[in-house]
């Protein structure tokens, strides 16, 4: 555990594969015939480069489809292990080749393989795939070839990332204009989500129910349009998880509505007893009444709760504008490609963010860092909760430091996207940045920071920092660097 290997937590994919398999080639996934308009090497270079967001849409389709067949072997590789296929998705990168070809582990050469000249690097031909496809052919092809690849990092066999590769070029075949999912869009609708609700809201503490009634309505109609825009004939934005969740949001916001419009509006006596007929006596009802799936909801016991008073209204809306927030968040992560987090509108803070667990001042007494450099002055690390902000301070001779270490609502700024523990002696939180395979920004360096604190014993600790710089360049190496610091632990 001592050695520094970059592979301590970049390199978590499962590479468990069928040493006898023919790994990558599109010759799996059709062609045969050479094409009358070959597609030009830049085409399939510019088509691989943007494809990260359409994949992770694809592999969203995918769960969403087989959601019923969860017994399946390829279910469980993909959807089921300790990472999904689209958290493994995040952190691949894509080694384009103009003039030569990929290669399989046993040095056949193929169109696409999952041995690219870095690990976690998938290797695409981009040369050898120009002389078999045709121009119009190029995205669907490539897109295939690249779901087919990110699959082996599962552990799928040859037989079932062609299987993927097939049902992914077929429905990219039949989806024609509802392929594209336009992320602008639902950064847009999404953002004027929660700028209308944090006005609701504000309008609501102001007793002017008129202005709020007018503006719930129309919020209400909104988020029946971003289900649309998220949710198209082939793709989704969210994961099977994920849309479930917003199925329970979508329903909240409606007896929201519906309450509110009992008191405002023009139809108040009506709403009245659409709410009362609904709640009855009870407190609340159970989504799985309501929903489509009924008792196969993902989300079925969750509780609706009654409202009884604007105040409860009030608190019910903040719990919906914090899940927007969370999807802002999310959607400017994936749209600009800083290395999306993973969404779990599903769990408290306290679950997520075991940080809170290791409140306290961390004096240091000894420090050094891996390239034998001398670390930097750092004096003291404090963790303190301050109203909702939990912050990571550094202190050192002459500066200080501090980040929000929050997961409940993201902060949209931060680049925080991964909080977690080891063991129960031990807490972390990853800051990532840039993307060498990504929508926008396609030739840019990655930088990735993990932070590790652990409680070495009763009044001690081990803090470990990893800068990790991964290079956009295939012929630049990966460099990382481990400063630790060790010291007494005042609570
Ligand atoms: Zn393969």
């Not at 695409?124 to 496809?133: D, G, P």
């Not at 007929?277 to 079925?300: I, N, T, V």
């Not at 200080?400 to 807490?427: F, H, M, Q």
Request: include cysteine; aromatic fraction near 12%.
């Amino acid at each position: 555990m001592k050695k520094i290997i970059l592979s301590i937590f970049y390199i978590f994919i499962s590479q468990n594969l069928n040493a006898n398999s023919d790994i990558g080639g599109m010759d799996g996934g059709g062609g045969g015939t050479l094409p009358t308009n070959p597609a030009h090497i830049f085409e399939i270079k510019a088509v691989a480069e943007e494809s990260r967001p359409t994949l992770l849409f694809w592999f969203n389709r995918y769960e969403y489809s087989s959601r019923y067949s969860q017994n399946t072997a390829i279910y469980q590789k993909l959807f089921k292990g300790k990472k999904t296929i689209q958290q493994t998705l995040k952190s691949l990168r894509l080694d384009v080749r103009e003039d030569k070809p990929c290669f399989t582990s046993k040095g056949t050469e193929v169109d696409g393989s999952i041995y690219g000249t870095k690990a976690n690097t998938i290797c695409l031909s981009a040369l050898r795939i120009s002389q078999k496809v045709d121009q119009a052919l190029v995205r669907r092809e490539v897109i295939a070839l690249l779901a087919h690849e990110v699959s082996h990092f599962m552990g799928s066999t040859e037989e079932e990332a062609v299987e993927i590769q097939k049902s992914i070029a077929f429905d990219i075949n039949n989806s024609e204009r509802n392929d594209y999912i336009d992320s602008d869009a639902v950064n847009y609708s999404l953002e004027g989500l929660r700028n209308d609700l944090a006005e609701t809201i504000s309008n609501l503490i102001k007793n002017e129910l008129d202005h709020s009634y007018k503006k719930l309505d129309q919020i209400h109609t909104n988020f029946q349009k971003l289900w649309g825009l998220t949710h198209t004939v082939f793709f989704n934005y969210f994961g099977y998880r994920e849309s479930s969740y917003e199925d329970l949001i979508r329903h909240k916001l409606h007896w929201s509505y519906i309450y509110l419009s009992g008191i405002s509006g023009s139809n108040a006596i009506y709403f009245q007893e659409k709410y009362k007929e609904q709640f009855k006596d009870k407190d609340y009802f159970l989504l799985g009444d309501e929903a489509l799936y009924g008792a196969d909801h993902l989300y079925a016991s969750e509780k609706i709760q009654k409202i009884n008073s604007i105040k409860d209204l009030i608190l019910q809306l903040e719990w919906i504008k914090n899940q927007i927030d969370l999807r802002v968040a999310y959607s400017y992560q994936i749209s600009f490609d800083v290395k999306w987090f993973d969404l779990k509108g599903d769990q408290t803070e306290a679950k997520l963010n075991p940080w809170t667990q290791f409140l306290g001042r961390y004096t240091i007494q000894s420090s050094k860092c891996s390239d034998g450099s001398t670390p930097n002055d750092k004096k003291e690390i404090k963790i303190e909760q301050k109203n909702e902000s939990l912050l990571f301070t550094q202190i050192n001779t002459h500066s200080s430091s501090s980040e929000l270490i929050k997961t409940g609502s993201y902060n949209t700024n931060a680049y925080v996207n991964e909080i977690g523990s080891d063991n129960e002696n031990n807490v972390y939180f990853i800051k990532e940045s840039g993307g060498a395979w990504s929508q926008r920004q396609y030739f840019s360096d990655s930088r990735v920071e993990k932070v590790s604190l652990e409680k070495t014993g009763t009044n001690t600790f081990q803090l470990k920092i990893e800068n990790i710089f991964l290079s956009s360049k295939m012929n630049i190496p990966d460099t990382t660097k481990v400063c630790e610091y060790t010291g007494s632990i005042e609570h």
